[in-house]
């Protein structure tokens, strides 16, 4: 069946940058959107950033903008990198597929990795 596997994760000082991948395999289709989630400790799952897998463009929450930037090299590939760390960023990740383009809605993607932890310290 579809598998999502994060790596990349760690700790790491404000101001300091990591670089999350997503390895995907088993599609039975080709999902329209990749995305990235997080939660953190008592907090609701959020959206990071998303592709649209067809065309390429990419969408940001507004507390990421300019700093993490979503890129799709192939098919089976996500990356998220992420610049000018915050200690607010620091939750469990997630990789995500689904079929909406642009959402970053947690109900709307059927398929998820099993989540990968980023700490920023201050």
């Known amino acids: 069946q579809v598998q999502l596997v994060e790596s990349g994760g760690g700790s790491v000082q404000a101001g300091g940058s990591l670089k999350l991948s997503c390895a995907a395999s088993?599609?039975?289709?080709?999902?329209?959107?990749l995305a990235w989630f997080r939660q953190a400790p008592g907090k609701d799952r959020e959206g990071v950033a998303s592709?649209?897998?067809?065309?390429?463009?990419t969408y940001y929450a507004d507390c990421v903008k300019g700093r993490f930037t979503i890129v799709q090299p192939a098919n089976n590939t996500v990356h998220l990198q992420m610049n000018s760390l915050k200690p607010e960023d620091t939750a469990t990740y997630y990789c995500a597929a689904g079929p909406i383009v642009g959402s970053l809605r947690q109900d709307e993607f059927r398929y998820w990795g099993q989540g990968i932890q980023v700490t920023v310290s201050s």
């Open positions: 592709v649209w897998t067809r065309r390429g463009t």
């Open positions: 088993g599609y039975t289709y080709s999902p329209s959107s």
